[in-house]
């Protein structure tokens, strides 16, 4: 399809006229977030997500508030930027003290390698964003019609290539952030806390450059903007679900440049056909040198032609779409005034998640430790908040967050082993020789009770579902396969359910009794597979909470009784197709009941 400016120029949209009218991301908020209230208005909140926050409420609270004639009982949720999820053991502590202070009490790690501080009342606010930058982070660009924050592996191996595919995204990361100054005004008081590598000079210059803001403009993206960085023998980033990739390319040990994937994006709305999900497609090769000139090109171009009147139809997987790959690459050419290189003939291969002991190049070790749904938090027997507090406080050493909501201590001294096994004893704290394969391998988005976005429960349902899970795939004698399970509450996708061996979306609500809401109905998605490269098709519709996993089990004893060799059970679910596996009988197929 021939690009036009057909759908950017349509009749814009709500939101666009709100970024418009924002000056920059400044006017609406500025006055209402120092207002004496505990909320701010839609168009405030819109503006609000780009300075990296989110207005919630406690959806168990709603009914009840609502029969008392009171108003919702509203917070924020706080998103920290970090980039390839690096961060020192101060920074940690910084956002554990926040979440303690003014928040609900937990941290969760993303599956974009961020902290989420949950339950910030708005009169803290200020005070709370100030703190984060202070100890070198931000929130500015973690939420927002911009690019998100960026995704690298976060392998501490300490060789030559993974540091310089860091050095990369975080380049990549400073030159694509905005650069109006609301942010620090809002604030900071105008006192400007640099927490990114210089962006530089622009690269690319188009007719369409804004004096302010030269790559984004006054109306910034059309959507949101993802980008990632992977190597083909860990794609522990899932580079396809992001709308730009870095696939790294290394020749005789040494990083040369990357293969540039574009248009990867899981959101859907059931209801409207013109929404699926997408997986990015290769575009072309650059040398390490081109990658902020050819990803400010993708930006440009998403910023031009996207889709500002449908936001269900405005990101970049639909221009990749709508147009075809060869157009895209013709339209990035004429932005770039030159032609560029086809990509390599290299693919994505394996993925990592980096948990347990592994050896750093320098000869110290780092430690992968499982976080079920990332939520950082103390009960009664495991303390891993307080324990992780305990761990950054007396070693002092870094840390990092990746895309499997998990978290890694680095640089640790040979010596200190012992001593930390002790300590992940004594809080508690579950290593991954001690979590099932299938458990390791699963996500969850947080959904209720704080998104407004979520159907029914995610994070809170899970963990039940994954206890009938364990037994069922040892009782089948399946519990050492890499099996991977994402929920999400809705069919945004924030836990990448679509491209997984099992996905499990939020289709339908539960109300209790007492009104509150509960588990209720999902969608379930086969096919997919851990290299994350392929989509998976819906195979159940409408299954309740309590039945997923008795609407699995035929198929597991399907593919315990007619695997090929070697046959991952997202291959095994792929090669048969789901109306095929919608035949099975589990009488018939499962003499081990």
Request: include cysteine.
């Amino acid at each position: 399809m021939e690009p036009t400016r057909t759908e950017a120029t349509a009749k814009p949209s709500k939101v666009e006229l709100t970024k418009l009218a924002s000056g920059y991301l400044k006017t609406i908020l500025a006055e209402e977030i120092v207002a004496d209230s505990t909320h701010i208005s839609e168009d405030a909140a819109t503006i609000l997500k780009f300075h990296g926050s989110y207005q919630q409420d406690d959806r168990d609270l709603r009914t009840q508030l609502k029969r008392e004639g009171k108003e919702k009982a509203f917070s924020f949720m706080v998103r920290v930027r970090m980039v390839g999820g690096r961060m020192s053991a101060e920074q940690f502590l910084t956002c554990d003290r926040l979440a303690r202070e003014v928040g609900n009490g937990t941290l969760r790690i993303t599956t974009r390698q961020e902290f989420q501080l949950h339950g910030i009342p708005k009169g803290d606010m200020k005070a709370t964003v100030r703190a984060i930058n202070e100890a070198l982070m931000s929130t500015l660009a973690a939420c927002g019609d911009v690019e998100r924050n960026v995704l690298c592996c976060p392998a501490p191996i300490r060789d030559e290539v993974r540091d310089a595919i860091h050095e990369d995204a975080q380049l990549w990361a400073g030159h694509a952030a905005p650069r109006s100054p609301s942010y620090w005004e809002i604030w900071l008081d105008g006192e400007r806390i640099e927490t990114l590598p210089h962006h530089g000079g622009v690269l690319v210059p188009t007719p369409s450059d804004d004096p302010v803001e030269p790559i984004y403009g006054k109306a910034y993206l059309p959507r949101k903007f993802k980008t990632a960085f992977a190597l083909p023998e860990d794609n522990c980033t899932d580079i396809h679900a992001n709308d730009l990739g870095y696939l790294a390319i290394v020749e005789d040990g040494r990083l040369v440049g990357y293969n540039v994937l574009v248009g990867g994006g899981l959101g859907t709305t059931p209801s409207a056909q013109k929404t699926f999900p997408f997986l990015a497609v290769p575009l072309c090769y650059v040398d390490r040198a081109e990658v902020r000139k050819i990803g400010e090109a993708v930006l440009k171009v998403f910023r031009d032609f996207g889709n500002r009147s449908d936001r269900k139809r405005a990101r970049l997987k639909y221009i990749i779409h709508d147009w075809g790959i060869e157009a895209f690459r013709a339209k990035i050419e004429e932005y770039l005034g030159q032609r560029v290189s086809d990509p390599k003939p290299v693919t994505v291969s394996e993925v990592e998640d980096h948990l347990g002991w592994h050896r750093q190049q320098d000869g110290k070790l780092f430690l992968g430790l499982p976080v079920e749904n990332g939520r950082l938090r103390d009960d009664e027997d495991h303390r891993f908040l307080s324990g992780l507090r305990a761990f950054f406080e007396k070693y002092g050493t870094p840390g990092r967050l990746t895309c499997q909501q998990s978290i890694l201590l680095m640089d640790l001294d040979p010596t200190w082993k012992p001593e930390i096994e002790r300590w992940l004893e004594e809080y508690g704290i579950a290593t991954v020789e001690q979590i099932s394969t299938v458990r390791r391998w699963s996500m969850a988005c947080p959904a209720l009770p704080t998104c407004g976005l979520a159907v029914t429960e995610a994070e809170r349902a899970l963990p039940s579902v994954m206890d009938e899970l364990e037994k069922e795939l040892a009782r089948q004698g399946l519990e050492d396969e890499r099996i991977t399970v994402r929920m999400t509450g809705c069919p945004n996708g924030c836990a990448r359910p679509y491209n997984s061996d099992i996905g499990l979306v939020g289709r339908a609500a539960h109300v209790n009794k007492d009104g509150t809401p509960g588990p209720g109905k999902y969608t379930i998605f086969l096919g997919g597979r851990a290299l994350n490269d392929r989509l998976n098709v819906e195979f159940k519709d409408y299954v309740p909470h309590d039945r997923i996993v008795e609407e699995l089990r035929p198929i597991f004893a399907r593919f315990r009784a007619e695997r090929m060799e070697g046959e991952t059970f997202g291959d095994f679910c792929d090669r048969l197709g789901v109306e095929e596996l919608a035949r099975s009988d589990v009488a018939e197929l499962d003499p081990v009941g």
